[in-house]
């Protein structure tokens, strides 16, 4: 006769969902008591459930969670005809986990980079943010959904988990700090602008995974006060109705400069003071964002930057 624990988890594997732990996942204290032949039977169905190309993600899940490498073979052979669902992604992260597998990753970050259903590339995203080992080639699979997926939700999830992964969370709500303007560099109207924050992401992701520190000093040899006074004026209101702190803005040097750049560029789409700005301190990198924000329909947008573009290319 079975045990308690093997009906409950054969319940709780093909019963009806009726709460949301079910919901989540299969009876796993149960499952995980199971010895000898109830363990093997029990592993059996979940792994005859995969077979049978049931799409239920608990199952692969279940099999990760008590550590049963002895279902590798067949997760293994389920998954290259496995149909693009959530399920296929949960066996590639399970034999990721188990074995490393090369063919897993690249199920999953193809998952991630091609698959139709925007909340599978949701998940895809999240599920990269447990790859320990591929540092560089899940991190260029996550820029690369930020900077190309249609949806915006995917490419926030895809952003998140990079920042995770970067250990880059503090760094992103810490100023002065070239992390901290990547968010909206990355959400502006303007393609260019976007472009920018991209690149500063790659360079970012390159700069962390080679030891350095994204919290780092960048001003060295700029006035701390100078910085400060900078910094203080642009987080003012708009309806301030007063200019950035372009005194401050003019003694800048050294990192100090793309740091202000990028400040201004991400108000190239909002703000005309961002523009104004630009004239005084703009490199022939903002050019390209000026040329795109002239052709804003807000009449005081459009003059501003194309006056700072005439200013910057006299």
């Known amino acids: 006769m079975s045990s308690a624990a093997y009906r409950e988890f054969v319940h709780s594997v093909t019963g009806a969902i009726t709460n949301r732990d079910r919901l989540e996942s299969h009876d796993l204290h149960a499952l995980a008591s199971l010895e000898g032949a109830e363990r093997t039977a029990a592993l059996k169905l979940l792994t005859d459930r995969i077979a049978q190309r049931v799409n239920d993600p608990r199952g692969p899940a279940a099999l990760r969670a008590v550590g049963a490498f002895e279902a590798v073979d067949a997760l293994t052979a389920a998954l290259p005809a496995y149909p693009a669902d959530a399920t296929k992604l949960e066996i590639a992260f399970t034999l990721w986990v188990f074995e490393g597998s090369q063919d897993a990753l690249a199920v999953i970050l193809d998952l991630l980079r091609n698959d139709l259903d925007p909340e599978l590339r949701k998940r895809a995203a999240n599920r990269t ?57 990355l959400y502006s109207s303007l393609s260019s602008v976007r472009s920018e924050g991209i690149q500063l992401l790659l360079a970012l992701s390159r700069h962390v995974r080679s030891g350095g520190d994204p919290m780092a000093a960048t001003f060295a040899g700029n006035d701390p006060a100078m910085v400060e006074r900078f910094d203080d004026s642009w987080r003012s209101s708009l309806e301030d109705n007063a200019d950035y702190d372009l005194e401050a803005l003019r003694s800048f040097g050294g990192d100090a400069v793309p740091w202000a750049e990028d400040r201004l560029l991400r108000d190239l789409d909002s703000d005309p003071r961002g523009a ?39």
Do not use: F, M, N, W
């Open 276 to 314: 104004r700005a630009l004239a005084v301190v703009g490199t022939p990198r903002v050019l390209t964002a000026l040329r795109e924000a002239a052709q804003q329909s807000d009449p005081d947008l459009a003059r501003e930057a194309a006056a700072a573009l005439s200013a910057l290319t006299a």
């Open 129 to 185: 943010s447990d790859l320990k080992g591929e540092e560089e080639r899940v991190d260029a699979e996550l820029i690369k959904s930020i900077a190309l997926d249609p949806d915006s939700q995917v490419r926030i999830v895809s952003e998140l988990v990079l920042y995770e992964r970067l250990s880059l969370e503090e760094a992103k709500d810490t100023a002065p700090c070239r992390a901290e303007t990547i968010p909206a560099l």
